[in-house]
């Protein structure tokens, strides 16, 4: 392929390649061409421009495919613009003779094709320069035209759009021309050539006025009947040219207008004439001006389909402010089209008109208006309501009258009302909260206009008002229970009235069903009210029988309604409706058959009515409530369900009886009981299976039913990838809504609420706007399908067989279409079986079973209808899965086989090729392996098939499904394969979509196949790699958006194999111009990749986005239409968020979003932050619409040329840049969540973004520089505007945003103003932001975001003025009184739950804001207290807004004894709440402070969310008040009495004791601590667990609990055992830190109890401490620690887990592994040294808590573990500074060697072993050793002293260990290192002077000449700095010492070894001045020393002196220099003082 990459053909090349390879070599230059050209050096292509041309030339007449010809036609055009044209007209005319050539071989075909191409390529690219020659160009092509084969037509038709493209206004001469020839086309045969008219016809449009003039009207005719038969295709293209046209008429684009004086179209026409087509359909209408003929005939439903797309074309081309200026027209014609007689011909076809109406306002009005205009246009449509329903009245009321064409009128104006309320409906709920403002206007009056509604006479308009009520409650939760209030008044009020009844209970319904929507909920009164007007409706049914069907309708639709709320309600009525259900049905067999002998029609009617009724309840029972359906539940539904099953077979004989009018009550049971049946476990009715199963089959066997009624679920039931050839794939269309109407399957798409007015109060489907449920007589067929596939893997095999063979049977019997219809239903059950079967994992039975069920299937598998092939295939491949034998599948393939090998016609080439395909898929690559290569050849075969397109199509599709499901296996047949799909690309036509989709498919499936290999440079990789390059390429090209679908996805998934090899600078500019694209299909592949490659590489994506954006000038000619502006990809994407309503491809482009803003956001920070801006600050550009509405009341003329004036502006280019609407709410929400993202990005980056100082140096030094801190102001105003903002998501989403922006930036010094922090300045805003969400109206979730932030704010510590607080401070208060007082009216708008997560929240703010406020009175308490300036040196800002330390308390204080009491019943509440599920029982029945018993599930999760703050505030405040107080006294008044009964359980005053009240409270706060810690739920945040550990350790602080948990050891080792278990959970080091301070002050409070009880029995029985110990710690005599029983075990097994986390070496299992080879531990972080030096001393402490013997268990680990931690942390550091761990660990030792232990006499021999064998460990740890040279010897030589000055001496005796003592101190001595020999002297020194002289002298001896030698060799190397100095002076001391300790007569000897010393260390005068500075130094200590002693021993002294006279001279030269020296320095000071008195002020303040 790279050969292939040159200006030049090369030939060469392409002669020594294969025949079969040259198509693609060719393809491949000519794609590089096409790159190169652009970019090539001009100089370069004029030199080779006429080779090129002749290479390019003789292509032409070599047969090139369709894509090639595209690409050989762009690039002669490109040559000739680029290079010279000198021979361009030439070229022209060799492609004019092949075009006009006679040869109509089709072997010439592809050459004339490709000259017709390049035509239109010149004309394209060189316009007018080709001026004169193209009339002669448009006749040949126009001659062509009429010769030409379906190919020909279409590829001159596109030609000829080019040519006009390029010429523009300059060909009009040949316009008529073009016209007339052309248009004869849109009825072509080949849709192909219909859909190149269409866009032939639209070029054309553009600069001929006579189309949208003279023609007009011909032209919409002419569409009409192009719209008749038409494809999907066919329908887009003539809907875009007929809307287009219709929108030129009425607003021409430019001033031809002007000059022809034409007369313009008015809106009415255009409208009149769009009406003819909707209404009458294509040909056999008289034109005259669009006058509506009354008469028969159907409208034609593919013309309706297309002329509904044509308006929404129409709209969307005037664009939004058209429809907005002209919506109140646009609405009355629009809806007049559903109201005229010939849409509404028999009620399906009504429906299918309402929908088309619906689609038309939903496209236009959801999309092109912004919010503001939306709630004009409901305006609008609320008026046209309103009106509507006067009309309907006065019809009403003149009923005595009774005219018919008044009834025909109110029948009509039930589908104006249907459409007009959905819409409403629709828009207020996309409006959401923005909506508000629409029912606040009393002008309007929504409600009451939509309440009328109820009253309408027909059925379908009372539930489209109450659907819209429904949307309305979503949307405004507020609405939701005054709402269903007033439907209760009203059912109750008007009782009489059977539209009354109907209407609003419907209307009550709905409003039940909405409640799931709103997370607020609804007041559980409310089920009561329910279920009691419910039974009333029931009981008085029979009393009136003008009313009983009604009531009883109602009745049961309410009760149905009621389940929907859920378990929660229900539980409380079940008993209720268990009784309700049993009574409908009659008790016993003898009662069934007594009934049937009763009544007449009517009352069976009503029976049977209300028999269903009761049914739906109960499936909606079962569907909503799953939780309630126990045994003994299902038990009792059963019964009734038993009889309704029975009394199945005794209907038909009551419809003879009573009339064929029953039938369709009949049908409803059916369908009533089909639906709970398949909701049930089958088990439960196994017993009525046979009777079951004979009615399902005879429903959709059609065995009772005249009418063909096809079953809607067959299309489900296929898999979901065989789309291409069910056509399904229009179900992901725009259009998918209306395009359903055309699915062949009974009424598909005709779904309305009134086939079924359960659905008003279901469930919506995911993706349907609406519910619409299909007809009863589809229902009943599909319930009986699903219901048969529930059923039959449970039906034994002989009634399976019995079954088989009747379909089989029935499909026989049936003929023609009826055959057609039975055998789609039966299809789809076994589809429905095969499917239970599998899910199952159950057998489809013995051989003949499946002989049965084969032949069944193979017998459908050449049946002409597509869909039954299709099912078929589906059917083999799902029984060979069920039977999974290999000899069956073998058969099967085999099968296939010899068939495919013999059929030669198309229907069963087909269905057997997909028969191989489905086989594979379900048995999966390695089930048919065996069959790979047969299968793989035939179909390779099959796809060659050029005779037949759809042959090609399947056998495609099947190699798809072949390739996906064998995987690896595939891989040995991939290049044959690709080799074939690349052949077909290359030459199947374009207009075969479906060929080149599964190519598509086919392509996709092998690079999968291929994967990871695809990254290799292997020669076959390689080339595997370029043809799907080449693939990809060619389908990118492909005019039909399925196929660039395709071609988008396999570049995916090659971007996932092979990332370098995709180029993202073509792929990512092509996917931006397809996000504009009309297909839905295609933005969303191109979303999708678009989110793959922003994953890995969004600074590219969005770099080559840019590039588009610059060189969008240049695309304009060409016609793309892309809205990149400077914002970029990412504008474009938020702006696609406000327009698509596909949930897929939006939750693609907010992923994409998140992954830009991941990479981008921090480098990109203003570009983000504006983006975000914008969207948030999105208000409607209201200028343009009132300048409007001013001008359209003046007279006539003037708005004339205001029109003329909107006609050059207004549609003019200026628009496009602008977006069409204001970003929605939902898209501000994004924004406002993406800024939040941003904060956290900016943290998670660098912190210099949170510092202002640094960001402004940082700033200056690099302007482009981009730091988040410089934009709080931007950040703080977003998060306002989103907070108060109309929408409540919005609100919150801003809150949110608040919050995360003060806890960022509350410490952020502002350096102006030191002692002040940055957003200070801000507090007004903040205040503005929270005051509304504190209003009495707001919903409780946003009032309860308002508390987490104010309780942040007022933390923050960021305001310093108590008066500033105050203001937010107040808005807490507020909230406090009101949750005491009841909170007043909007209590009862919402559930229970949502008071009770508002009132915690307010708790859960005053919590954090106390907690604060006690951190900061603590740390002020601990300060130490500044000395107070006086007045005139007060800086600018002092003391002045410093807070007193105690302010924030002074806030909280007046408000504690109410909240502390507050506190405590919400802390109890969340106590009894966290109860497993088996106490229940014991929960107070009516609920606790802040919940009810019915919300106590949804209570639980509130109360989960806000417990820990107020647990540590509760701690706090009994801390502070020192466990004082006993809240006895009553509740505030306001409390409901059960309040009070929780709060103070004594009713009779002080019966507990102060005392037994704090029991009460640590049981309550320990257990609540103690559950929690048990097992923190991984979704619960970190600060639970700090909170709780935080209260603990506050908590233990206070003695009354120290006191307790002293007490009861149980629940220390509990406690223990549980943080243990939290340690291993989760580990953090501030939880670990947070645990060893609790596990400290256990232990402590552990040691005092201890005492005490030690204490207690020392005095009263006067035991002797040692004994009382024996019997009182842990151990006892035995010394033996129970696990679990023990505090001290607990407490070691938990500091272990800490030590060994931290120093893994101390675990003996990881020293002693063979892989561990003992490595120093780097130096530790802070954390951690921490931790270990506190667990440490804690493990020190253990041993008090024991007896001896029990000391005596636990100590040698605990020895074991300390000097384990000296060994690994005592490591040598550059400032000699011990580790925080290290001292520790010798205090550790210090303690235990020390403790009162040691005297006790039962241990004393272990003892003393223990304490031998640790010091053992440290000397063998402290050996001197080259590798371990890091030990720190000074710890080591501490710890040695430390037993030296602290054991006994029958330890430190044992001479082994003596010498290795010795030993350690003479190596230390001998150190090089001064500090250590320092070091070692100090500690000598307390050695040496240890009183026991048995323990000092071995020492003295062993080490004392060592030091004096040392001391001696000073003399010749002195010491060069002060840590040598030091060093000498500490040996001084030791030698001085030594001769004190010396006895009197041995003092000479002693001093003969100092004195001398020291005078060597003296210096002569000479030397002295020039001598080192520790030299000088040493010179005079010694002196000093020698001074001192002198006097101290005299005699010795003169002996020494007298003994060496030298030394004598020496020193006496030594005492005169020093005197001499200091009485200089005396004169000096008595001549200075002059100088020095000046200064005498000293200046109080350093600046320093």
């Not at 908590?1595 to 629940?1611: F, H, T, V």
């Amino acid at each position: 392929m790279e050969l292939a990459h040159s200006l030049l053909l090369n030939e060469e090349t392409l002669a020594q390649i294969t025949e079969a390879k040259r198509p693609v070599f060719i393809f491949e230059w000519l794609r590089f061409l096409n790159k190169v050209l652009v970019a090539a050096n001009k100089v370069d292509i004029k030199e080779k421009q006429k080779k090129l041309v002749d290479q390019l030339t003789d292509l032409i007449s070599s047969s090139p495919g369709p894509p090639t010809r595209k690409l050989l036609a762009k690039n002669l055009a490109t040559l000739y613009s680029i290079g010279d044209t000198f021979t361009v007209f030439q070229t022209l005319d060799k492609c004019n003779e092949i075009a006009k050539s006679k040869d109509d071989t089709p072997a010439y075909l592809p050459t004339k094709l490709a000259a017709v191409a390049c035509i239109g390529a010149f004309y394209e690219k060189m316009g007018r320069m080709l001026g004169s020659s193209f009339p002669e160009t448009v006749s040949n092509l126009l001659k062509t035209l009429k010769s030409a084969e379906s190919q020909g037509r279409s590829e001159v038709l596109l030609s000829l759009q080019k040519v006009l493209n390029g010429l523009g206004g300059a060909a009009a001469s040949c316009h008529r021309d073009i016209y007339k020839n052309a248009r004869s086309g849109l009825t072509d045969r080949s849709m192909a050539v219909r859909c190149a008219v269409a866009k032939c016809l639209l070029e054309l449009q553009k600069e001929s006025v006579f189309m949208w003039t003279t023609e007009l009207e011909n032209l919409a005719t002419l569409c009409f009947k192009g719209l008749e038969g038409s494809n999907y295709a066919v329908r887009v293209a003539v809907s875009k040219l007929l809307g287009t046209v219709m929108a030129t008429a009425l607003t021409p684009k430019h001033a031809a207008v002007m000059r022809q004086n034409v007369k313009r179209a008015t809106l009415d026409e255009v409208l009149e004439l769009m009406a003819t087509g909707f209404l009458r359909g294509g040909s056999g209408f008289l034109r005259s001006g669009g006058e509506m003929l009354k008469g028969g005939g159907s409208v034609n439903r593919e013309v309706r389909v297309g002329v509904t797309q044509a308006y929404v074309v129409f709209v969307t081309t005037l664009r939004g402010q058209w429809l907005e200026r002209n919506f109140a027209i646009f609405l009355t014609h629009v809806l007049e089209l559903v109201s005229h007689p010939r849409a509404t011909q028999s009620h399906v076809e009504a429906v299918y008109s309402r929908r088309c109406v619906s689609f038309i306002l939903r496209a236009t009005v959801g999309s092109l208006l912004g919010e503001k205009a939306q709630i004009a246009a409901a305006k609008e449509i609320c008026q046209a309501i309103a009106k509507q329903m006067k009309a309907v009245e006065s019809v009403m009321n003149d009923a005595n009258n009774d005219n018919k064409s008044g009834a025909a009128d109110v029948s009509a104006s039930q589908h104006v009302m249907v459409c007009a309320l959905q819409e409403l409906g629709s828009l207020v709920q996309s409006l959401s909260a923005t909506a508000s403002p629409l029912l606040q206007e009393p002008s309007i009056g929504l409600l009451e206009t939509v309440t009328s509604v109820l009253l309408h006479p027909s059925m379908a308009a009372r539930l489209g008002a109450a659907w819209c009520l429904r949307c309305v409650a979503v949307a405004l939760p507020y609405q939701l229970t005054p709402l269903v209030d007033r439907c209760a008044e009203c059912i109750n009020n008007l009782k009489t009235s059977p539209e009354a009844v109907t209407g609003y209970s419907f209307a009550m319904a709905a409003l039940l069903g909405s409640v799931h929507q709103c997370p607020l909920g609804i007041s559980h009164t409310k089920g009561k009210m329910v279920v009691s007007i419910a039974e009333d409706l029931l009981r008085t049914a029979s009393q009136n029988s003008r009313l009983s069907l009604q009531r009883t309708q109602a009745g049961w639709l309410l009760l149905g309604a009621l389940m929907s709320l859920g378990p929660s309600v229900v539980r409380y009525h079940l008993p209720k409706m268990l009784l309700l259900w049993r009574n409908v049905f009659p008790r016993s067999l003898k009662e069934l058959e007594a009934e049937k002998a009763r009544g007449d029609s009517f009352t069976w009617q009503v029976t049977l009515e209300g028999r269903a009724g009761a049914l739906c309840a109960m499936r909606s029972f079962v569907a909503h409530c799953p939780e309630l359906l126990t045994d003994d539940v299902i038990r009792r539904i059963m019964t009734p369900i038993e009889c309704a099953m029975l009394m199945l077979s005794h209907i038909p004989s009551v419809i003879k009886a009573y009339g064929a009018q029953l039938k369709a009550s009949a049908a409803m049971v059916r369908l009533r009981l089909y639906d709970i049946l398949a909701l049930l476990p089958p088990k439960t009715y196994e017993g009525s299976f046979n009777a079951l199963l004979r009615e399902l089959v005879a429903e959709f066997t059609l065995t009772d039913n005249s009418s063909n009624t096809t079953t809607s679920l067959l299309r489900s039931l296929c898999h979901y990838d065989d789309s291409v050839l069910l056509g399904s794939w229009l179900q992901e269309t725009d259009h998918k809504s209306i395009e359903d109407q055309l699915q062949p399957n009974s009424a598909s798409g005709s779904g309305a609420l009134e086939h079924d007015p359960s659905s008003i109060y279901l469930r919506i489907p995911v993706g349907e706007a609406v519910p619409g449920p299909l007809p009863l007589g589809v229902s009943v067929i599909d319930a009986s399908v699903a219901l048969f596939g529930v059923v039959f893997p449970h039906v034994s095999f002989k009634h399976r067989l019995q079954m088989l063979d009747h379909f089989a049977e029935c499909i026989k019997q049936a003929k023609g279409v009826r055959q057609q219809a039975v055998q789609i239903n039966i299809f789809t059950a076994v589809l429905s079986a095969l499917k239970g079967l599998a899910e199952n994992k159950s057998t489809l039975g013995p051989d003949e079973v499946r002989k049965s069920a084969l032949a069944l299937v193979m017998g459908v598998l050449d049946n002409p209808n597509p869909i039954l092939r299709c099912a078929a295939g589906e059917a083999l491949g799902r029984m060979a899965q069920v039977v999974g034998e290999a000899t069956f599948i073998a058969r099967m393939a085999q099968h296939s086989f010899d068939k495919l090998k013999s059929a030669r016609d198309v229907v069963s080439r087909t269905g057997h090729s997909l028969a191989l395909g489905c086989l594979h898929r379900y048995v999966g690559g390695i089930g048919s392996g065996q069959h790979l290569k047969t299968s793989v050849s035939i179909l390779l075969a099959l796809a060659q098939d050029g005779t037949s397109p759809e042959v090609q199509t399947w056998a495609l599709h099947s190699l798809a499904l072949i390739v996906d499901s064998s995987g690896p296996m595939y891989r040995g047949y991939v290049e044959p394969t690709l080799s074939l799909v690349l052949t077909l690309l290359l030459t199947v036509p374009p207009s075969h979509t479906e060929v080149h989709q599964c190519l598509g498919r086919c392509l996709g499936a092998l690079i999968t196949t291929v994967g990871p290999e695809l990254q290799g440079n292997g020669a076959s990789t390689s080339t595997i790699r370029s043809s799907c390059l080449v693939g990809c390429a060619i389908m990118q090209d492909h005019s039909d958006s399925l196929a660039q679908a395709a071609a988008i996805s396999c570049l995916q998934q090659l971007h996932m194999f092979a990332p370098r090899h995709v180029n993202l600078s073509s792929l990512v500019p092509s996917l931006c111009v397809h996000l504009c694209s009309s297909h839905l299909l295609l933005r969303r592949a191109a979303v999708a990749c678009l989110r793959q490659l922003a994953q890995r590489e969004a600074t590219e994506v969005c770099a080559y986005a840019m590039t588009l954006a610059q060189s969008s000038g240049s695309k304009e000619s060409s016609g793309i239409d892309v809205n990149i502006t400077e914002t970029g990809l990412e504008g474009v994407l938020f702006g696609m968020l406000d327009r698509e309503t596909d949930r897929k491809l939006c939750s693609d482009i907010h992923d994409t979003l998140g992954h830009m803003l991941s990479s981008l956001a921090v480098q990109k920070l203003s570009h983000w932050l504006k983006l975000c801006k914008g969207v948030l600050a999105a208000s409607t550009d209201a200028g343009a619409v009132g300048l409007l509405e001013a001008t359209r009341d003046e007279d006539g003329e003037k708005k004339d040329e205001m029109d003329d004036e909107i006609m050059f502006t207004g549609t003019g280019d200026d628009e496009k840049s602008k977006p069409c609407v204001a970003p929605r709410w939902a898209t501000r929400v994004f924004a406002s969540e993406c800024l939040c993202r941003i904060i956290l990005l900016c943290e998670t980056t660098d912190n210099i973004h949170f510092d202002l100082a640094k960001a402004r140096a940082m700033k200056q030094k690099n302007p482009k520089c981009d730091l988040l801190v410089l934009h709080l102001s931007d950040l703080i105003r977003m998060a306002f505007m989103a907070a108060t903002d109309h929408s409540n998501q919005l609100r919150m989403a801003g809150l949110q945003a608040l919050e995360d922006i003060i806890k960022e930036f509350a410490s952020v010094p502002e350096p102006e103003f030191p002692g002040h922090v940055i957003l200070e300045q801000y507090q007004a805003n903040v205040g503005a932001a929270l005051r509304p969400a504190f209003s009495q109206d707001t919903p409780s979730d946003i009032t309860a975001k308002a508390c987490q932030v104010c309780s942040t704010w007022i933390g923050s510590g960021v305001v310093s003025d108590l008066n500033d607080l105050r203001r937010v401070h107040n808005l807490l208060v507020s909230s406090l009184d009101k949750m005491q007082s009841g909170k007043g009216s909007l209590s009862q708008l919402y559930s229970e739950s949502a008071t009770t997560m508002e009132k915690l929240a307010v708790l859960k703010a005053w919590a954090e804001v106390y907690i604060v406020a006690m951190k900061t009175k603590k740390e002020a308490e601990t300060k130490p207290v500044k000395p107070v300036k006086s007045k005139e040196e007060d800086d600018d800002f002092g003391a002045v807004d410093e807070l007193p330390p105690d302010s924030l308390i002074t806030l909280v204080q007046p408000e504690l004894p109410i909240l502390s009491r507050l506190w405590l019943a919400a802390l109890k509440d969340y106590a009894l709440l966290t109860l497993p599920s088996e106490f229940a029982s014991q929960l107070p029945s009516e609920g606790g402070a802040f919940y009810t018993p019915e919300t106590i599930d949804s209570a639980r999760l509130h109360y989960r969310t806000s417990w820990a703050p107020i647990l540590h505030a509760v701690v706090l405040w009994l801390n502070s008040t020192g466990f004082t107080i006993a809240y006895e006294p009553a509740v505030p008044s306001g409390q409901k009495n059960q309040t009070g009964t929780i709060l103070n359980q004594t009713s009779g005053g002080s019966t507990k004791t102060l005392q037994e009240i704090n029991t009460d409270r640590l049981h309550l706060i320990f257990g609540i601590s103690i559950e929690f810690l048990c097992s923190p739920r991984p979704e619960n945040p970190l600060e639970h667990v700090t909170s709780c550990l935080k209260a603990l350790s506050t908590l233990l602080d206070s003695p009354c609990a120290i006191a307790y948990i002293g007490e009861d050891r149980m629940l220390m080792v509990e406690l223990f055992n549980v943080l243990h278990r939290l340690l291993l959970t989760c580990g953090p080091p501030s939880v670990q830190r947070q645990v060893t301070m609790v596990v400290q002050q256990t232990i402590r409070a552990a040691q005092d109890h201890l005492q005490g009880l030690v204490k207690k029995a020392h005095v009263e029985d006067d035991v002797a401490e040692e004994d009382s110990l024996t019997a009182l710690g842990e151990g006892g005599e035995s010394g033996g620690l129970i696990p679990g029983r023990s505090i001290v075990f607990a407490a070691l097994e938990l500091l272990m887990f800490i030590l060994v986390r931290h120093l893994p070496q101390l675990n003996p299992k990881v020293t002693d592994s063979p892989s561990h080879f003992l490595q120093k531990t780097s130096p530790f972080a802070e954390e951690s040294a921490q931790l270990v030096a506190v667990t440490v001393s804690i493990l020190a402490d253990l041993p008090s808590l024991c007896s001896p013997t029990g000391s005596m268990t636990v100590l040698p680990t605990i020895l074991y573990l300390i000097t384990g931690v000296l060994r690994e942390t005592a490591v040598k550091s550059t400032d000699n500074l011990m580790t925080l761990p290290a001292s520790a660990a010798l205090q550790g030792i210090k303690t235990i060697i020390t403790s009162p232990l040691a005297k006790s006499d039962q241990i004393h021999k272990q003892w003393k072993d223990l304490i031998c064998s640790s010091l053992a460990s440290i000397l063998e740890y402290s050996k001197p050793d080259e590798s371990a040279s890091s030990t720190d010897e000074v710890s080591m030589l501490t710890a040695i002293a430390l037993f030296l000055l602290s054991a006994s001496n029958e330890v430190v005796g044992i001479s082994s260990l003596q010498n290795g003592c010795i030993e350690r101190f003479r190596s230390a001595l001998n150190s090089s290192d001064p500090w250590v020999q320092q070091k070692c002297y100090q500690l000598l020194l307390s050695v040496f002077q240890q009183p026991h002289r048995a323990l000092s002298t071995p020492y003295i001896h062993a080490l004392a000449p060592l030091v004096v030698e040392k001391l001696k060799a000073v003399e010749n190397q002195k010491p060069i700095n002060d840590a040598e100095l030091q060093a000498v002076q500490e040996g001084i001391k030791v030698l001085e010492i030594l001769v004190n300790l010396g006895e009197e007569q041995n003092r000479p000897q002693l001093l003969v070894l100092l004195v001398p010393t020291l005078i060597s260390y003296l210096l002569s005068e000479q030397t002295y001045s020039s001598a080192p500075t520790a030299s000088m130094s040493l010179h005079e200590l010694a002196l000093q020393d020698l001074m001192r002693i002198g006097p101290l021993y005299p005699g010795a002294f003169k002996a020494v002196m007298g003994a060496a006279p030298e030394l004598k001279s020496k020193l006496e030269a030594a005492i005169r220099a020093s005197q001499a020296s200091s009485q200089a320095k005396a004169a000096a000071q008595q001549v200075k003082p002059a100088l020095q008195a000046a200064p005498t002020i000293k200046l109080k303040t350093s600046f320093f």
